[in-house]
Antibody
Framework: QVQLQESGPGLVKPSETLSLTCTVS????????WSWIRQPPGKGLEWIGY???????NYNPSLKSRVTISVDTSKNQFSLKLNSVTAADTAVFYC?????????????WGKGTTVTVSS | DIQMTQSPSSLSASVGDRVTITCRAS??????LNWYQQKPGKAPNLLIY???SLQSGVPSRFSGSGSGTDFTLTISSLQPEDFATYYC????????FGQGTRLDIK
């Protein structure tokens, strides 16, 4: 079955850019939407944005100015860039397959990767 | 933005209990409401989509109902593995989650 794996640096300095990649295995990235979601320590879930395999995107309005999500179908991967990070961006970051069927829901999730913003 | 408010924020229950968690949207979201279960240190797991559709592989003791602004997740008979945090999520306008409901053992 489809599996997702997040990868990237676990430590990012304030004001720099956080970069993560999600690798999709066991299935094709085509014909689906793909989301990034984060969870600060001890807090709830926050949707960051999604990308369609064709490249169209939709972002959380509260993060839109700092977020870029991209897709590489040849590698079956999609990526997240979050710039100008602060300590408030410290979180576990999840990637998830997103189903669009009149509305959107996330049916397959990666295990998550912890990113700490600190100097 | 559509705000999602879950109640209660936490509750204690016993194995075998019937439990209901409520999620209220700040405006009508039709049936664009999903429920997830998250255990400590793990990724969320989809339980219910489109307000009342049971995700494949999820036990039938989980059920969802509602439309418009008010939704419920019901667990008909709590099992030990059901103690976790539950989140609702809307996608009527962008995507937002509720703050979560922590369910622990009484």
């Amino acid at each position: 079955q489809v599996q997702l794996q997040e990868s990237g640096p676990g430590l990012v300095k304030p004001s720099e850019t956080l970069s993560l990649t999600c690798t999709v295995s066991g299935g094709s990235i085509s014909s689906y939407y793909w989301s990034w979601i984060r969870q600060p320590p001890g807090k709830g879930l926050e949707w960051i944005g999604y990308i369609y395999y064709s490249g169209s995107t939709n972002y959380n309005p509260s993060l839109k100015s700092r977020v870029t999500i991209s897709v590489d179908t040849s590698k079956n991967q999609f990526s997240l860039k979050l710039n100008s990070v602060t300590a408030a961006d410290t979180a576990v970051f999840y990637c998830a397959r997103t189903i669009r069927r009149y509305h959107y829901y996330m049916d397959v999730w990666g295990k998550g990767t912890t990113v700490t913003v600190s100097s | 933005d559509i705000q999602m408010t879950q109640s209660p924020s936490s509750l204690s229950a016993s194995v075998g209990d019937r439990v209901t968690i409520t999620c209220r949207a700040s405006q009508s979201i039709s049936s664009s409401l999903n429920w997830y279960q998250q255990k400590p240190g793990k990724a969320p797991n989809l339980l219910i989509y489109a307000a009342s559709s049971l995700q494949s592989g999820v036990p039938s003791r989980f059920s969802g109902s509602g439309s418009g602004t008010d939704f419920t997740l019901t667990i008909s008979s709590l099992q030990p593995e059901d103690f976790a945090t539950y989140y609702c999520q809307q996608s009527h306008i962008t995507i937002t989650f509720g703050q979560g409901t922590r369910l622990d053992i009484k």
